[in-house]
């Protein structure tokens, strides 16, 4: 089992920035693959970016240049710094993790970003 923690979400205007965390309940680097995705109000839910066990990343074409995901081991927590935040950036994040052939979920944060 694997329990995630997303914090960091809040209202900020466009053109801002702020960092995501995910506090996961067992070692990161035991987890093949850590990710946020987002889902706006009335779409589907989108990948965002990943990073891998061996620390290859991987970004949304939306996001790239704007965005950055980075994992600390010692603390076991995953984070998305945000920067440049366009009001399409809008939607709930949720934090991903796929350890073996299972994904879990945390409850998502909620980013408003006023245009």
């Known amino acids: 089992q694997v329990q995630l923690v997303e914090s960091g979400g809040g209202l900020v205007p466009a053109g801002g920035s702020l960092r995501l965390s995910c506090a996961v309940s067992r070692s990161i680097s035991s987890i093949n693959t850590m990710g946020w995705y987002r889902q706006a109000p009335g779409k589907q839910r989108d990948f965002v970016a990943n990073i891998i066990s061996g620390g290859t990343t991987n970004y949304a074409d939306s996001v790239k240049g704007r965005f950055t995901i980075s994992r600390d081991t010692a603390k076991n927590t995953v984070y998305l710094q945000m920067n440049s935040l366009k009001a399409e950036d809008t939607a709930v994040y949720y934090c991903?993790?796929?350890?073996?052939?299972?994904?879990?979920w945390g409850q998502g944060t909620q980013v408003t970003v006023s245009s």
């Open positions: 991903r993790a796929r350890l073996r052939d299972t994904v879990y």
